[in-house]
């Protein structure tokens, strides 16, 4: 059987009514979307290409490598490529599933003539803690807190018209657009000094000193982070940006595309938007850039701005190529293990995190600050082929992710079956 066959036997038992149970439960394992377990894979294997530099690296020291000023090729390449395909996209991919995830849980919950509000705040609500915890105990550049608080006001857009969802979309695109603009020129503690308190700078000797050694002395740096990515940064750019494309994930799932329902011709313009648009004028804004130098108000200012839109296409173009790859049998075993992947996000998304602090920081191999790009991207090529490898042997044996698992748990508030054996 070929994915595209597999693809259309899922989505029609997705749609159809008499699948709905009188009781909330997760989605059965028949009615899952291939399409969308492939490309939340691929976006959980992608963010690594940008998380690995945060987990190996001081924050002072990526700041100032971003200009590309590289001596060294090799580390300037992997640098220059990932700024191509991965900055901001995968990240863009994920929030576009999650808001398509939301549409997709509620609308089953509603369909069965139950509460949604209920269930959706309260997996939300589960969310923010597992963020919190990720935050403040292994990694401050935890995205589920943000993505918690997004996805809680992107559940009040969820019955609106896909044209009335693009356009609130490019809305809060263009308003985080314009705020990160006057971020860089005003910060927000001078509008809000009490932040300043919370969100003190911490030096590259201070910081590399910290995550070499122990788990508490990792907490200050770790905690202080984490309060400036969940308060300055969601108020001035994620908020805007996670909460645009989770409503334009809803109505592109509305409107077939997420699950591979349009033409190839749509796959392919989204493809060649992001060859002959994104990657560009990403590329230019990187030259733009490091034209100017970093000491350039310009440069700082509107630089990251080629990045924040053209990413965009990029990752359009992300999913019109695996789109296009899913109707071709020939990569269904790879796409199998993608899809895999995708089942277990969460579960993989934490595991990344418990891999790489072990390396990098002091309780595990104390790498922090040692490796350089070549060496880190060697360590996430070694954790895709980990992830790809164990994804598909644990979902033979059970239902879920360990921790997917236990999210539907605390959501449903009641035990899931776990295990397959105990299924059957």
């Not at 202080?224 to 996670?242: C, G, H, K, N, P």
Request: aromatic share 12%; glycine share 8%; net charge positive.
């Amino acid at each position: 059987m070929n994915t595209a066959s597999v693809i259309d036997q899922a989505q029609s038992a997705r749609t159809n009514s008499q699948e709905f149970r009188t009781t909330l439960q997760p989605v059965a394992e028949k009615n899952r979307i291939p399409c969308l377990d492939i490309l939340r894979g691929l976006a959980v294997l992608g963010i690594l290409l940008i998380n690995i530099q945060f987990f190996a690296m001081a924050w002072a020291k990526i700041s100032n490598l971003r200009d590309g000023t590289y001596s060294d090729r090799p580390n300037h390449l992997v640098w220059l490529v990932s700024q191509l395909i991965a900055e901001q996209k995968f990240m863009a991919i994920l929030s576009l599933l999650f808001g398509a995830g939301i549409l997709l849980m509620t609308s089953r919950a509603e369909a069965s003539g139950k509460n949604s509000a209920v269930l959706h705040y309260r997996r939300m609500g589960w969310l923010t803690v597992f963020g919190l915890a990720h935050a403040y105990l292994l990694w401050s550049g935890d995205i589920l807190v943000s993505y918690a608080m997004c996805g809680s006001l992107a559940y009040l857009c969820r019955k609106l018209r896909p044209s009335t969802l693009f356009v609130l979309s490019f809305s809060l695109l263009a308003a985080g657009s314009v705020l990160s603009m006057a971020y860089a020129i005003w910060p927000l503690t001078q509008f809000a000094p009490e932040l300043a308190g919370l969100i003190r700078p911490v030096s590259y000797a201070q910081e590399i000193a910290a995550f070499r050694g122990s788990w508490v002395t990792q907490m200050t740096p770790r905690v202080q982070m984490a309060v400036q990515l969940e308060t300055s940064e969601f108020v001035i750019y994620t908020f805007w940006r996670a909460t645009a494309l989770m409503l334009a994930g809803m109505a592109l799932l509305k409107l077939g595309v997420l699950q591979g329902r349009r033409s190839p011709a749509t796959y392919w313009r989204m493809l060649g938007v992001a060859l002959c648009v994104g990657i560009p004028v990403s590329l230019y804004g990187i030259h733009f850039a490091s034209r100017l130098g970093r000491t350039s108000i310009y440069a700082y200012v509107f630089g990251p701005q080629f990045t924040y839109w053209s990413s965009l296409m990029v990752s359009a173009g992300w999913v019109g190529a695996l789109i296009l790859a899913s109707r071709n049998s020939a990569f269904l075993p790879c796409l199998q293990r993608i899809a895999a992947v995708g089942r277990m996000a969460l579960t993989n998304y934490l595991m990344q995190t418990l891999i790489c602090t072990t390396i990098f920081y002091g309780h595990g191999f104390g790498l922090f600050g040692k490796v350089d790009r070549v060496g880190q991207l060697v360590i996430v090529i070694a954790i895709w082929i980990l992830q790809l490898t164990i994804s598909p042997i644990w979902l033979k044996h059970f239902l879920y992710g360990p921790v997917e698992w236990l999210w539907r748990c605390l959501t449903y508030v009641r035990r899931e079956p776990f295990s397959r054996a105990v299924k059957a």
